[in-house]
């Protein structure tokens, strides 16, 4: 499918490529085990320009489209998803929102340390109460002087027990309901009555941290809200559709992954005299993975392809999403069952695999929460 | 400080190779190409003389087809300024005596104070382009280099190159040609603003006429094969363990004689 790509998509890809094999690949397993980030990965994503790819270069971005940047986070994802989560956190949820809805200033401050890879950002809008429902949050803001007062937990937030820089969402007021919505931004060093809570035991991408944030009585300063006051439900949404783009080509890298091991290990494994992969039920599995694969990464690129035209893309990237994800996590199962008790294991990453793509089935929007988003969609347009 | 880096385009080390019907050479179709992985030390080592001196240039010289300007660009996204690709069929595919030829050409254009090659190309391993240039060119070449020091005046440089169980350092009057050898350097990843900007980066296209040179190869390859299959490996079974030793020790030493 390179020929739909262009020379610098296609470089981007085969410079993320080598990276991911050389020198992620290999700490992978590692970094599951010991449920950690790699620091001198992240820097070297860095120096790459990958911790800012769709930023412009004067903000300390890669300056590259929205294709070139699925492509990176799936080859990222095909090599260690847990680390694919928190390229996709940062890039996604915390550059995008900075970038879309922040003032020049605040660009200057909080984005451009992120996107050049010195400082990690993550987003925080789940709680508690407030998942699939996000307008259901109870974080409140108050002015007090020159300062947002701060009240709340957020939960289940990636890159949460790293990150120097938030994005998060509360409300100013309770009464409007979601048009008391607003985003803010801030610099943890410099927020008293900010902590991290607890740090999530999972069953997969244990190379991302996910973290409970608390806020009591924080304070920052009253210029850190992103646009307008309760803008914040709208720029979420933004925020999230594109996110999804990400999530979709994780959970395709994590597939990618899986095939090739597959793959490889199909060919291999002999019983009854002969390669496995001479056995018709094992070559339909292979088969159908491929396609559902292929098919999942041109519903991203056409996502990828619409935000980089300016067009709209929420359907196409629910599409995308929801289809990629479901189809990682079918291909992870099959690749289990392909290594038999050895995919069961430990010794091979298939099981790893299987737990890293669950998740992209649940977050930045469930697939239920997807399918609803692209039955919206469709229902608009027959009114 | 000036480099002129010569550099190859090779099928990536990953990549099964098959003969082609022909045996006049390689399957190259559907195969995935790098840079030659010792010309990718020269890039960087290039590019940190650059950076050190705060000043100068790197050129990127590569002979090949169409898709060897992928390899020119992926050079300068990791921060090369320019690129020439000598692109002629008499060229591409000729002998390391020819291929000499045809850099030592194309660098008369070029200012330098260092050209680069890999010792070697993992293709075809001739390890002859380096030193055939810098004959032709008439300067000093040092071979198998893995450290570089150029002197603050750039008249001269001090480098380190591998020798059987050790290292020797030479003294070398600049401009010299130097082939680089593993353990130079960590050559970078290309990064993003750099793919955007190489984008936009001269890469000079030229022939052989465009050069003056007619090429006169002095090899013809005749015939390229596989090596054989590996033969099954021998079981010695149903023997005690000294009587086993003793078949094992015969085996070593009449059949496969290396003991
Ligand atoms: C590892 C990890 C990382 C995360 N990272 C972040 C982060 O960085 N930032 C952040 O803000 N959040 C993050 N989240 C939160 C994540 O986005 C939510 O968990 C997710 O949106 C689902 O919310 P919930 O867990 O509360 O499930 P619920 O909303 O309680 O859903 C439970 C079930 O009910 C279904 N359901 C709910 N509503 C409907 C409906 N209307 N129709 C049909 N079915 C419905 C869901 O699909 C699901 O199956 C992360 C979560 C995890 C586990």
Redesign the interface.
């Known amino acids: 499918m390179d020929y739909l790509l262009t020379d610098e998509q296609k470089m981007a890809r085969d410079m993320a490529r080598k990276f991911a094999d050389s020198e992620l690949k290999p700490i992978a397993d590692r970094l599951d085990r010991e449920h950690t980030h790699s620091p001198e990965v992240v820097k070297a994503l860095g120096e790459m320009g990958v911790m800012g790819v769709a930023v412009p270069v004067e903000y300390g971005g890669g300056g590259m489209d929205y294709v070139s940047y699925a492509l990176i986070v799936a080859e990222i994802s095909r090599a260690c998803g847990g680390t694919g989560t928190l390229v996709a956190a940062h890039n996604s949820l915390y550059c995008y929102p900075m970038l879309k809805f922040g003032a020049e200033q605040q660009k200057q401050r909080y984005l451009v340390p992120a996107a050049s890879g010195q400082s990690v950002g993550c987003y925080a809008l789940t709680e508690a109460n407030a998942g699939s429902d996000p307008a259901a949050l109870r974080t409140t803001a108050r002015l007090d002087g020159d300062s947002w007062v701060i009240n709340g937990e957020k939960k289940f937030i990636s890159n949460g027990n790293i990150a120097d820089y938030v994005v998060f969402a509360a409300t100013t007021d309770r009464s409007k309901g979601y048009k008391g919505i607003s985003q803010f931004v801030c610099d943890v060093r410099e927020t008293p009555g900010y902590k991290v809570g607890r740090v999530e035991e999972k069953m997969g991408i244990n190379a991302s941290g996910t973290a409970e944030l608390i806020f009591e009585d924080a304070r920052i300063p009253k210029e850190n809200i992103l646009g307008e006051p309760g803008s914040g439900l709208r720029q979420m949404l933004a925020t999230l559709d594109s996110g999804r783009i990400s999530i979709a080509a994780q959970a395709l890298g994590i597939g990618r992954a899986v095939l090739e091991e597959s793959l490889e290990y199909a060919q291999q494994r002999e019983q009854f005299g002969r390669p496995i992969s001479d056995f018709q039920a094992i070559q339909w599995k292979l088969a159908d993975m491929a396609t559902q694969l292929d098919a999942a990464e041109l519903l991203i690129w056409r996502a990828a392809l619409l935000e980089d035209k300016g067009l709209p893309f929420e359907k196409e990237a629910a599409m995308a999403k929801m289809f990629a994800s479901d189809v990682a996590m079918h291909a992870a199962i099959e690749g289990v069952q392909i290594l038999g008790g050895y995919g069961y294991c430990r010794d091979y990453p298939m099981e790893r695999h299987m737990r890293d793509a669950k998740i992209t089935q649940i977050y930045e929007g469930t697939n239920e929460i997807q399918r609803l988003v692209i039955a919206r969609n469709l229902l608009k347009k027959r009114k | 400080m000036k480099s002129l880096v010569c550099l190859k385009q090779v099928p990536d080390t990953e990549t099964q190779i098959k003969v082609n019907p022909e045996g006049t050479g390689i399957v190259t179709e559907g195969i995935k190409h790098i840079i030659n992985p010792y010309d990718e030390f020269s890039v960087e080592e290039a590019l940190r003389l650059k950076e050190k001196f705060k000043e100068g240039e790197v050129v990127i010289l590569a002979i090949g087809p169409d898709r060897a300007t ?1 390899s020119i ?2 050079a300068l ?1 990791m921060g090369a300024d320019r690129g020439i690709h000598v692109n002629d069929p008499a060229v591409n595919t000729a002998d390391p005596f020819a291929v000499a030829q045809a850099l030592a050409a194309a660098a008369k254009d070029v200012q330098y104070d260092v050209i680069f090659c890999g010792h070697r190309a993992i293709d075809d391993d001739f390890c002859e382009v380096g030193a055939m240039l810098a004959e032709f060119l008439g300067l000093p070449q040092v071979t198998l280099v893995t450290k570089v020091e150029v002197a603050a005046d750039k008249k001269s440089a001090i480098l380190e190159r591998d020798i059987e169980g050790g290292k020797e350092t030479v003294e070398v009057p600049l401009p010299c040609v130097v082939t680089s050898q593993k353990g130079l350097n960590e050559p ?9 900007k ?2 936009k980066k001269p890469i000079d296209a030229k022939n052989a006429a465009a050069l003056g040179v007619s090429v006169e190869a002095k090899l013809q390859s005749k015939e390229y094969s596989m090596p054989p299959e590996r033969k099954a490996g021998k079981k010695i079974e149903g023997l005690e363990p000294p009587d086993a030793a003793k078949q094992v020790v015969q085996a070593l030493r009449n059949e496969a004689k290396i003991i």
Do not use: F
Request: zero cysteines; charged letters at 25%.
């Open positions: 992928e660009r992926t996204a970078r990843y290309a990064s993003l603003p750099g793919i955007m190489a984008k």
